[in-house]
């Protein structure tokens, strides 16, 4: 494993840590398509855990930085940041689209630029972090990637009550969303929603579960109004 060690330092240097086991890093980029051709273990539980360890850090984070806060606010700070676009942009500052090892057929298929897939490994890659250094490990790699947030910036943490007020003020009106589309299993389903005003399409959003996209739906109309 020293060659593919070397091959990831790049990215070692980008996450400011350094494995002991890189063979855990190695699984954290292989997707299931690959293992599925090669006989080697995929990322999914690695997803599994970093899933829950980023959920941690995080929520520690915002409890501390914000002792005024309702557990509301708390929970949108923390479901902007642990969102799928938020790790998928994260994914590819990282350039994780590059190391992740996929399956000859999926490459066709653009799966390295997927949003849920940049997601997912984002978390794997936590998970690998976790299992091989522990919690004291992981924090500070998963702080000093997400963005942070001041006080000044929680009015459009709900993008959608943001959206909400904004056409009410000026119209007595309130946009619609609707369910524009659904794939993947049942554990790791991926909607689309978008959000109307009358007949203009505002945006349109994605998501792991319905609410998340509806909110991205949200902010995507919001930055298309430009009051983002």
């Known amino acids: ?19 002991k086991r890189i063979e855990l890093l190695d699984q954290a980029l292989t997707h299931r398509s690959y293992a599925a051709a090669s006989g080697g273990l995929h990322n999914e539980r690695l997803e599994f ?21 309702p557990e509301g606010q708390l929970a949108k700070i923390r479901a902007l940041l642990v969102s799928q676009p938020t790790l998928a942009k994260l994914g590819r500052r990282l350039k994780l689209d590059v190391f ?10 653009g799966v390295r630029q997927r949003d849920s897939v940049l997601c997912d490994t984002v978390e794997a890659v936590y998970g690998a972090v976790f299992l091989d250094g522990g919690f004291s490990a992981a924090q500070p790699v998963i702080l000093a990637q997400l963005p942070e947030w001041d006080k000044d910036q929680l009015p459009i943490v709900d993008a959608k009550t943001t959206l909400q007020e904004h056409f009410q003020q000026r119209t007595q009106k309130t946009p619609t969303y609707t369910l524009a589309g659904e794939q993947g299993p049942a554990h790791n389903k991926q909607f689309t929603v978008e959000v109307w005003f009358e007949d203009e399409l505002l945006g349109r959003g994605h998501g792991r579960s319905k609410k998340e996209a509806a909110q ?7 930055a298309n109004l430009d009051l983002i």
């Open 1 to 19: 494993m020293t060659g593919r060690a070397h091959q990831y330092e790049p990215l070692e240097q980008a996450l400011g840590y350094t494995f």
């Open 49 to 69: 855990l970093g899933d829950a360890v980023l959920q941690l850090v995080v929520s520690a984070h915002l409890y501390a930085k914000f002792p005024d806060l």
């Open 100 to 109: 992740l090892k996929v399956g000859k057929g999926e490459e066709l298929t």
């Open 216 to 222: 991205a739906a949200a902010r995507a109309a919001l």
